[in-house]
């Protein structure tokens, strides 16, 4: 059976690792397998043609909440023109309700849950009659994992400056309840030659961005130190992207990312909230005043890029303590702070207790909450907006100057933004697109309505140096800038 393993990713840059994975499996075991991919920007008539030319028996979908819509209506529309060809489902986002999925879909054949490559290697040796479940099992040695980027497959992506993906572990071993690494215990790991080996390949092709999917990349603090020292080492403009827990870093780890090189490394950081209730009600082991100094130190002592994540619709979150929260994030100094919104996976713990809290939430993909016991519609409404800004000022990166003063003429920088997305609201601003010269504008005529011309002179002085950082050539002269 000739098998096509086909991916769907959110944006062009993205990169889908657990097709490969499968295909190089299947390739080591004889199989005949291939894969493509495809963003859901992408038209679905243009993705059906080339879905429809391939030469295969099979096709094999990897589903996630971006994606499932998109892939469904695909599978359908595949299933009409070719009937004779078999489509099988995979991912987290068809793992846990796999035979209500196969009963309102009569165009999927299979469901694999869980680990692909050896249920998916199998499968292609002898697919099951009817629509059926099948079960896969892990690689207990993650060794036995290929590595999924082939030389001319690593060479197209670096070419067309997409992100590579890589992991060097799979599991967790926390149990955040809203996250499906809380379903899998325990963590498995590559040995450590192979890493480095493999961060060399990464390097030496030149890719721009290596993102580790390790769930919590320093959970194993010595292994984490011998790659970082491995990729400070190196002879590379590549940068290394992890996600880590900052309360776990020590006076070493601070010691060994000191040598970092600019560029070098990007910590992502997820603090989710600072409400201590809320933390131990979705489980989640975090001692923040030691991450708040860690995060502190970083930000002073190394050159690494730091981005905090928070997550608004928690239980025992309300309005005034994830401003807290904000508020207690935005003073650790990060270079980007997310403000996201809670999601209901399937198979989630937190899911499974969501009438517990009181949650409304979108019945479909992505499954986010809409109210809790704790914090009505109209107040994630208000922290969407909040969220808009946030975006368009802080986390551009085209207002350091501005923000380092304008935002401590406020009460909390909570304040300061939640004002700001109230005047982009009354102008029916937010969620639309605005021309990157006009924020300047509308941060001046915010700024003129809020506080006294004694103040606002001092913060359009670090305005000017921002604009002139980034409209340099071209841009003309705005009013308020000829004004101070």
């Known amino acids: 059976m000739k098998v096509l393993m086909v991916a769907v990713n959110a944006k062009y840059v993205h990169t889908n690792i657990a097709v490969r994975y499968i295909t190089e499996y299947a390739k080591r075991q004889g199989k ?24 295969c028996d099979a096709y094999g979908f990897s589903c996630y909440i971006w994606n499932i819509d998109y892939v469904l209506r695909l599978c359908k529309s595949l299933k009409q023109l070719v009937p004779e060809r078999k489509i099988f489902l995979g991912g987290p986002e068809v793992s846990f309700d796999a035979e209500e999925i196969l009963s309102e879909n009569d165009f999927v054949d299979c469901i694999v849950c869980g680990e692909g490559e050896k249920a998916v290697s199998q499968l292609a040796q002898a697919f099951p009659s009817g629509h059926k479940v099948v079960y896969g099992s892990k690689l207990e040695n993650l060794d036995e994992a290929p590595f999924p980027y ?31 690494s809380s379903v899998d215990k325990g963590v498995r790991f590559l040995p450590l030659d192979r890493v480095k080996d493999e961060i060399k390949m990464f390097s030496d092709a030149g890719a721009m961005t290596v993102k580790f999917v390790d769930r919590t990349f320093n959970a194993d603090k010595n292994r984490a130190l011998e790659i970082w020292q491995y990729c400070i080492e190196l002879d590379t403009n590549t940068c290394f992207h992890f996600e880590i827990g900052a309360d776990l870093i020590d006076d070493a780890a601070i010691e060994l990312l000191k040598a970092a090189p600019e560029g070098r490394f990007q910590f992502e950081i997820g603090i989710q909230s600072t409400n201590k209730k809320t933390l131990s009600e979705i489980c989640r082991t975090m001692n923040i005043e030691r991450l708040a100094n860690n995060i502190k130190r970083l930000k002073a002592e190394t050159n690494i890029l730091l981005h905090l994540d928070l997550i608004a619709g928690l239980p025992f979150e309300n309005f005034e303590s994830f401003a807290k929260s904000f508020n207690d994030a935005y003073r650790m100094s990060p270079h980007v702070l997310q403000l996201g919104f809670l999601k209901l996976l399937k198979g989630s713990p937190l899911r499974n207790a ?11 993909a992505p499954y986010e909450v809409y109210a809790t016991d704790w914090i009505s519609f109209g107040e994630i409404l208000c922290l969407k907006a909040v969220e808009d800004v946030l975006e368009r000022y802080f986390n551009s990166g085209r207002f350091c100057k501005t923000l380092e003063i304008a935002v401590f003429n406020f009460d909390s920088p909570f304040e300061f933004y939640f004002r700001l997305s109230e005047f982009w609201k009354k102008r029916d601003l937010v969620g639309q697109g605005v021309k990157r010269i006009r924020l300047y504008e509308l941060l001046y005529q915010f700024l003129k309505e809020e506080l006294s011309e004694e103040l606002i002179k001092p913060i359009m002085a670090e305005m000017k140096k921002d604009f002139s950082l980034w409209h340099s050539n071209g841009a003309g002269t705005p009013e308020w800038y000829k004004k101070y």
């Open 354 to 364: 969501s009438k517990e809290y009181g949650m409304l939430f979108d019945s479909g």
């Open 32 to 55: 005949d397998f291939d894969f493509c991919e495809f963003s859901i920007n992408e038209p679905q008539n243009n993705v059906l043609g080339k879905l429809y030319e391939a030469d």
């Open 150 to 180: 082939t030389p001319d497959d690593l060479k197209q992506t670096v070419q067309g400056e997409k992100l590579v993906y890589y992991e060097t572990s799979r599991g967790c071993p926390f149990n955040c309840s809203y996250c499906l």
